[in-house]
């Protein structure tokens, strides 16, 4: 999976974690379905087969040389996104909110030449 692709999906987690929030101030009882953020790492981790026969320092070499690189994209991901929205809230800015904000993020990630050119003016 992409860095773009886990990026639009984090933003999903996001709002869906504001949904749910929202839900439980107001009462609400949640579903016990897989959420966005189980299916993101269902889906961006992958599956480790460790060999028979190998010793506890071999698999756990294993595990994390296959675990490392998904780890670093979803850290990555939801640094970036904190960013951006730490980056509003310190400019005291009233005219987005942070779901308008994360909307605004991914119609800039799905669309690859305007994050490129925002970069650009800054």
């Known amino acids: 999976m992409e860095q773009r692709e886990i990026v639009l999906r984090a933003i999903g987690v996001l709002t869906e974690t504001q949904e749910m929030v929202r839900r439980l101030n107001d009462g609400d009882e949640l ?30 070499e294993l595990a994390i040389a296959a675990l490392m690189p998904a780890s670093v994209s979803l850290v990555e991901a939801f640094a970036f996104l904190f960013t951006q929205l730490a980056k509003v809230h ?29 970069d650009e003016e800054e």
């Open 31 to 60: 579903d016990n379905d897989l959420t966005q953020l189980g299916r993101l790492v269902s889906e961006v981790f992958p599956t480790i087969e460790i060999p028979a026969g190998s010793d506890p320092e071999e698999a756990a």
């Open 90 to 118: 310190d400019e005291g800015r009233t005219d987005v909110n942070s779901t308008e904000l994360l909307r605004e993020i991914a119609l800039r990630m799905s669309d690859p030449g305007g994050l490129e050119a925002e």
